[in-house]
């Protein structure tokens, strides 16, 4: 089953430089996250900072949370057993489909 979003702004996590969320199964809150280096796919010259990773992540939030809910449905949890960690190549595949998709309907590519 997708995961659906929540109002959850996300959490810079000092340590591990990746951003946090809480997604939703029905009622069941998730924990989902994305590394920086996946923010670096989208914004490849953005400053490393708690402030400009937040930023990043609310811009490109529907793709994170796309890829996010993939993963879940796939059961592809993170080494600590609860999180959904969005990875740079998560996201360079998930980039690299929906320029396929947008070219056979004849949709602009995803930059």
Excluded: Q, W
Excluded at 3 to 21: F, I, K, Q
Excluded at 48 to 54: A, G, H, M, P, V
Excluded at 66 to 80: G, H, M, N, P, W
């Amino acid at each position: 089953m997708p995961l659906t979003a929540t109002l959850d702004p996300g959490h810079n996590h000092y340590p591990s430089e990746n951003v946090y969320l809480f997604m939703k199964d029905c009622d069941r809150g998730i924990r989902c996250g994305v590394s920086e280096l996946a923010l670096e796919v989208f914004e490849p010259k953005f400053e490393r900072s708690k402030e400009c990773r937040l930023i990043a992540f609310n811009k490109h939030r529907a793709h994170i949370e796309s890829v996010a809910s993939a993963k879940y449905d796939r059961l592809e949890i993170d080494r600590d057993g609860r999180t959904i960690l969005v990875s740079a190549a998560d996201i360079e595949t998930h980039l690299s489909d929906a320029r396929k998709h947008g070219e056979r309907n004849g949709e602009l590519p995803i930059e």
